[in-house]
Each structure stands twice: as C-alpha cells, then as structure tokens.
C-alpha cells in the first residue's frame, strides 16, 4: 500500500485496499467498524461503558479490542491460550479510549470471574468453527450480556446455540 488509513495502521492490520483518484493504492481495515455496527445492533446498544470479554488474541481480536476502546468500553478482558499473546495485544492499544485492559489465560479463574460482570462476551477465535467446542462458559455471563461470536461458518455454533438456550443475546460474525 502506499498510505494505510490511521486505524489500519493503529490496529495492525489492512483487509480492504482501493486505488485512489491519484492511483495510489489505500489501505484500510473494515473489521473494526463492521464490528462495531453490528455489535451495537446485537446488544440494543453502544459499547460506551461496558465490560468486554474476548477470547482469542489474533488478528480478528485485534479489531475488536481497538473497536471496543475506541468506542468507550470500561473494561476488556482478552483471555488467550498464551497469555504472552493476550498481554501484547493489550498493549498495543493501551492509549486507545479510556477503559483497563486485563490480560489473561482462558484457564485461568481471572478469565471466569470476568466473565461473571461481562456486558458483552467475544469469541475471536476458530473454535467453532475448525475446532470442535466452546471458548466461553455462556453459564457464567450475566443475565443480561451478549454472546457475539466472529465464527460465521457454521452460522449458529455451540456457543451461539447455549448463549440462545440461556435466554442471551447472540449473534455471529456475519453481519460485520
């Protein structure tokens, strides 16, 4: 690319490119914004305030994070298998929006007791979708929360299918 759009650029990651008037190609990332719309669609409201879980520390969870802080979430919580990984997308975006960013193992009871308090639970992995199974324990969300899955293949995963069972809110990644 020969210029990438300042959010790309903050996130990490270009996934959409267009030829400007000039003929310079622009890079820019539609991930976070679709993210964000639809999320908000998915919850009845905006992510101002709330308390995020995300599991998984990829490229995916990279644009969710920023979308979250960026739009004024108080707390996230990234759970990961590494938490090394977890930590180091946390600080990549320690000085988007206000809200504290948790690093944490998805074994770990830290992850758990996060997801008792979450608003909104994240999964931003391929469990579900390649791997068989469940990043998060839907038993342990709030009454209240959203269970927004990125897996959009299958469209209704293990996840979205006991959020649903439990009366949450759910949605997957079809409509970022």
């Known amino acids: 690319?020969?210029?990438?759009?300042a959010d790309a650029a903050t996130i990490g990651a270009v996934n959409?490119?267009?030829r400007t008037a000039a003929g310079?190609?622009?890079g820019f990332n539609t991930d976070a914004p679709g993210f964000r719309a639809a999320v908000e669609l998915a919850m009845g409201r905006p992510l101002a305030g709330v308390d995020?879980?995300?599991?998984?520390a990829g490229g995916a969870a990279h644009a969710v994070v920023f979308a979250c802080l960026s739009a004024g979430a108080g707390r996230v919580t990234i759970g990961n298998r590494t938490v090394s990984s977890a930590g180091e997308l946390g600080q990549r975006f320690v000085d988007v929006g206000a809200g504290s960013i948790t690093a944490v193992a998805l074994r770990d009871p830290a992850f758990a007791a996060a997801l008792r308090s979450a608003d909104l639970a994240v999964n931003a992995t391929t469990v579900g979708m390649l791997e068989?199974?469940?990043t998060i324990?839907?038993?342990q969300l709030p009454a209240g929360a959203t269970v927004f899955d990125l897996v959009y293949v299958p469209p209704e995963?293990?996840?979205?299918?006991a959020a649903r069972a439990r009366g949450l809110r759910a949605a997957n990644g079809s409509e970022m």
């Open 137 to 139: 324990e839907v038993e």
């Open 132 to 134: 068989p199974g469940s």
């Open 1 to 5: 690319c020969d210029q990438v759009e």
């Open 24 to 26: 310079e190609l622009a």
């Open 16 to 18: 959409s490119v267009a």
């Open 157 to 161: 995963t293990p996840l979205l299918r």
């Open 52 to 56: 995020v879980v995300v599991a998984g």
